[in-house]
């Protein structure tokens, strides 16, 4: 591979000219996208069936060096066309290796608002099988987050990991990024050898003295689903085909709250017919990881801030597992329909959630989301996004990120739960298994959807449902089913009557009835209310009940009582930042906000907190301030979210 660096520059030159090679690729050619709003690829022409990689991993330049081995299947095209956005390609050869040749190649324009990125077009012959695409990442490779040691748990090792979803792979990986096509893969990767790496495939437990890993995903998954890790990583099995890998200081924390796994892989299984992809492990990342979960082929990559020491956010996992059959197995065939992949995982996660911790607790999590469903309706009525509340998206020159939001899946979620309700529970259940099995290893879209929902559940139980309202029209249809959650309704009512001016934490009085001195006696003990009393649930509808216009004095009361700021779990934080950002309360707990931003990644939390503080002029002012220090510990996804918040006029 030394070679290989050395004759990057001066084709790193030519090859970004942009200049047409032979033969001249019109415009047109250049920025056509055929198949997906979201990819150049012409797969309808030739498409990758199979992909193997060469990788080296190289931490001190922070740099991939690669080749792509595509081998695809041509019915006759003279163009082979990837996607592929802050890349250098070196070269491009045809043929199997060894007796490669190489070939011209041609480098499109970006797209206009750079979120797709360029096409690669590869001059190939009617019969070219093998696509070879010499290239190296570069600092633009967005999927990529490079963490210096002191963002590990180790502080002494560096760390690499990749998310690809939704549009990503094409930063560290030429190829046909679309998720209509599926490809299996397998690769070379050679790694410093002191470290471990792992990908959404047949994985390594332990690390070798050479740094080389050989992997295969011998199964045809779309190319999102393509990721690595690479880390001072630990692993322990959990049984039932499970396993945890983690930095080895969080491996113990890792362990004991996933603890449930096999369990909840039986109750999938159980629900939705075998799981698919042999063996299921969780790689726990380190703190920047942008998402809580992501749902990559046999490792799912997680967030540290699941790990709260009360399994309080383990339907995180559930969720990953679910995906496995909802999203791996059957995918979405464009980003439109996002709320095929997240919709259905979301209800799935809740009726695995539901076996795991009973029908109480699982609706209390749903509660928690569909309040999140009507806070988004609103904003998005507000901003006249609204025709976004639709299922099915039309996603042309936008960016896919946009599907993910509580309308795929939690609109989503509660179109499965309305279904389950008119249909009957068995009913729902025996459709999905069929569903989870006639579409294995193939995608959908809503329309294919539409029709097997038609022959496969309606017409057979003589049932009309409003699923055209549902997939293509804004807002939550009346029919929309109710959760009841009666133990919710004192916690609302400890918000509503805070917001009253009162105070619903008074020490309860507990009368108790003793013996002394041969008679029995009344005592009354004034016993206080406390964090640990409620759920980390019940806590979240009750901030999120309180009136944005707090004032200070009373959120300090609130936090000396139940110590908000400084829980370790980070969804009530960033819930209590968020209050806390809309009056002058959020400058007394300022460090505990900046030691948060500084530490952990994931968007979900982030970019609220920065979108609340960018609300008045002393929070803009702080969180840029903030984020000017920190936002080098995040991964570009939450990087790129939280400029916006914070610097787009709108
Ligand atoms: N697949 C998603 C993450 C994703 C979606 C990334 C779309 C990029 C584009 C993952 O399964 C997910 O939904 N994660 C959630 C988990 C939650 C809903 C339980 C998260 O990270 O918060
Ligand atoms: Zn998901």
Redesign the pocket.
């Known amino acids: 591979m030394r070679v290989l660096r050395l004759l990057i520059l001066p084709i790193l030159l030519w090859s970004c000219s942009n200049e047409p090679n032979k033969p001249p690729a019109s415009t047109e050619q250049l920025s056509q996208r055929p198949n997906d709003d979201h990819s150049y690829a012409n797969l309808d022409q030739i498409n990758t069936k199979h992909l193997h990689l060469e990788l080296e991993i190289d931490f001190e330049s922070q740099t991939i060096y690669g080749i792509a081995r595509h081998q695809m299947q041509n019915r006759g095209a003279d163009t082979a066309i990837f996607d592929m956005k802050g890349l250098l390609i070196q070269k491009v050869t045809l043929g199997p290796k060894g007796l490669e040749k190489e070939t011209d190649f041609t480098i499109g324009p970006m797209d206009k608002d750079s979120i797709i990125g360029q096409a690669l077009l590869v001059n190939v012959e009617e019969h070219t099988s093998e696509v070879n695409i010499y290239y190296q990442t570069t600092s633009a490779s967005d999927a990529l987050d490079w963490l210096d040691t002191n963002l590990t748990s180790s502080k002494s090792k560096p760390f690499l990991y990749t ?1 690809g ?2 549009i990503l792979t094409r930063t560290w990986i030429p190829l046909q990024d679309a998720p209509s096509n599926r490809l299996t893969y397998s690769a070379d990767v050679k790694v410093p050898s002191d470290l471990l790496a792992l990908m959404s495939a047949k994985n390594p437990t332990e690390r070798n003295d050479i740094g080389s890993y050989h992997f295969e995903m011998k199964r045809a998954i779309p190319s999102y689903l393509i990721a690595l890790a690479v880390g001072d990583i630990g692993f322990q099995d959990l049984g039932n085909h499970c396993g945890i890998y983690a930095e080895k200081e969080l491996l113990n924390d890792c362990v004991k709250e996933f603890e449930d796994l096999p369990q909840m892989m039986r109750v999938a299984e159980a629900l939705y017919g075998p799981y698919q992809w042999g063996r299921y492990d969780v790689l726990v990342l380190p703190y920047s990881f942008p ?5 990559n082929p046999m490792l799912t990559f997680a ?1 540290p801030t699941l790990l709260t020491g009360d399994k309080s956010l383990v ?2 996992v559930a ?2 597992l679910a ?1 496995s059959w909802s ?1 791996n197995l059957v995918t979405n065939h464009s980003w439109s329909d ?1 709320w095929l ?2 919709g259905t ?2 209800y799935f ?1 809740q009726r695995i959630m539901e076996a795991l911790r009973g029908k109480e607790i699982a609706d209390i999590l749903a509660q928690v989301e569909f309040g999140e469903l009507q806070e988004t309706l609103k904003e998005m009525a507000a901003d006249s996004s609204f025709q976004d509340s639709k299922l099915h998206l039309d996603l042309v020159n936008r960016d ?2 946009i ?2 939001s509580d309308i795929a ?1 939690v609109k989503g979620a509660f179109f499965f739960r309305t279904l389950e309700q008119a249909v009957g529970r068995a009913q729902l259940d025996s459709f999905l298994k069929s569903y989870f099995k006639h579409f294995a290893f193939k995608t959908i879209s809503a329309d294919q959807f539409i029709d097997y929902l038609e022959a496969q559940l309606l017409a057979k139980s003589g049932i009309d449902f409003n699923y055209r309202q549902w997939i293509f029209e804004a807002g939550l249809p009346d029919n929309c089913m109710k959760v009841q959650t009666p133990r919710l309704d004192k916690i609302r009512s400890f918000a509503q009557s805070f917001n009253e001016g009162k105070n619903p934490f008074k020490p309860i009085a507990q009368i108790k009835w003793i013996q002394k001195n041969g008679k029995r006696k009344k005592t009354v003990a004034y016993v206080p209310v406390q964090y640990s009393d409620y759920l980390i649930q019940e806590w979240q509808l009750f901030i999120r009940g309180l009136h944005p216009q707090t004032k200070a004095s009373r959120l300090r009361l609130l936090d000396q009582q139940f110590k908000f700021s400084h829980t370790q779990n980070s969804e009530i934080l960033c819930d209590w930042f968020v209050l806390a950002a809309q009056s002058n309360y959020i400058f007394e707990i300022e460090p505990q906000l900046r030691a948060f931003l500084q530490k952990v990644g ?1 968007r ?1 939390f982030v970019l609220p907190i920065y979108q609340a503080l960018a609300k008045n002029k002393k929070g803009l002012s702080l969180g840029r301030t903030i984020f000017q220090e920190v936002k080098t510990n995040y991964h570009s ?1 939450t990087r790129h979210s939280a400029w916006k918040a914070l610097y787009r006029k709108n």
């Open positions: 998310q979803q939704a998402f809580g979960g992501m749902e967030n339907s995180v969720h990953e995906h999203g996002l992949n997240e995982t979301v996660e896919p990120d599907a993910m899946y994931r979900k996804v």
